[in-house]
Structures are given as C-alpha cells and as structure tokens.
C-alpha cells in the first residue's frame, strides 16, 4: 500500500530533478519562453493516463463478467445433463434425483440470485440443497451395470456443477483491484482539471465543452462501476442459462 504513494513521489523527485539539472546543461537556444510546451506535454500526458487506465479496465471487467457468463452456462449444462441421466435410472431415484434437479435450480434463480445481487455471494440453503442432490446419485447402489454407468455419468455431471457453481461463487466476490481504482480516479481528477490547467477563458463554449467531458468522463466511470458487478451491476449476467434448463426439464419429463 505505502508503495502507491512512494513510487509516484519518486517519480515526480525525480522528474523535477532531471529538469533542474538538464536546464543547466541544455543549450540555450532549446529554452522556451513560456510555459506552453510544458503545459502541452503535461496535458497530453493527463488524456494518455485515463486512456490507458480506462482502457485496462474496461477490459480486465470484461473479460471477467464473459467468464462470469460462461460460467453461468457451463453449470445449466451440466445439470440438464445431470437431470437427462437421471431420466433413464428406475425409480425411485429417478424421481428423487430430477427433483432435487428442479428444486436447485429453482433456489438458484429464486433464492440465490437475489442474495448474488445485495451480498455477492451465495446461498447456504442452495448448497445444502446441491449437497443433498449429490448424495442421492451417490446412494444410487445396483447390481445391473447399465444403472451403474448412469450413476457414474450423473456423478461425473455433478462435478462440473459443483466446479462452475465454485467459480460462479468467486465471480459475485470479484472486486476490481484497489490501486487500478486510486489510478482511475487520480486519472479522472486530473482529466477535469485541463480546462484550469490549460488557462481556457470561462465563456459559453468553453462552459459546455467541459459539461460534455464531464458528461464523457462520468458515463465511462458509471460503466466501470457496473461492469465490476457481474451479478448486479447495470451490465450484470443474465439468468437465461437456469431459464433454459427448467424449459428442458419440462421438455425432458
């Protein structure tokens, strides 16, 4: 944390030292009479750094919100596969395990969601009702081999569920990094500052140009903001993955 400080510190002792001293070494005719170049430089610099910075983020939350996605939807799979299984095992485990099926995915979508949005995490009730449904394939006990088979191909199904479900938990606690944070609003302060620091006189144009780079400037951070809730945000991971496998369950039945 103190490095966050220290480094840009550093940098400005150092880059005001380099100045110093290269203003006694440089020739003469190199020495600008005004502060304009300076202020130029200075300037472009500001617009460089929120560019950069608003580029990474953009697509580190990206990146992290099609995985939350891609999640989402590796786990319906893997249940539906899980409920086809059960649909060829006699009763009354065919039965008792398409329940549990149906009743998981339901708290998903009608208990757990909900809690992803307010809390980002998930629900305990949930879990336990995954963890009953994996103990009822396990209890599955048969001599016919083809039962056997379906068990274990069940149980392999339930696997990919309880990995996507430990990767969904991990997406709705995802939090953008904090020092990416402190760069982006260091680089947005500054950004709103060019106008004074550029010297532009206050009149009409200039009062509406810089309402438009504010207006630019706030809906990039609002996006930011949203994009770095996966599960809540103005962007967040639709629920058409669980919506489609009740519709197959009902197909399958």
Known sequence: MVLIFLVPAVAAVIAVAIFVIGDRLRPQSWVETDDESAGSLVLELINTLFLAVVALVVVILWQEYDNAHNHTVAEAKALVD???????????????????????????????????QADRRLSQPTQETLDSLRDAVASVNSTDPDVAELRTKAMDSLDAVAEARQDRAMD??????????????????????????????????????????????????????????????????????????????????
Do not use: K
Not at 178 to 203: D, K, P, Q, S
């Open 172 to 253: 709705a606690s995802y939090h953008l990094p904090g020092f990416l944070y402190a760069a982006l609003w260091f680089g947005t302060i500054l950004l709103l500052c060019t106008a004074v620091l550029n010297g532009v006189e206050v009149t009409e144009r200039s009062l509406l140009m810089t309402a438009l780079l504010g207006v630019v400037v706030g809906s990039a951070v609002l996006a930011i903001y949203n994009l770095d809730r996966p599960f809540s945000g103005g962007y967040s991971v639709p629920r058409d993955a669980f919506e489609y496998a009740i519709s197959r369950y009902q197909n399958i039945t």
């Open 82 to 116: 899980t409920y086809w299984t059960a649909h060829a095992l006699p009763d009354p485990e065919h039965r008792r395990i398409q329940g549990l099926v149906r009743d998981y995915t339901d708290q998903v979508l009608s208990q757990e969601w909900p809690i992803m």
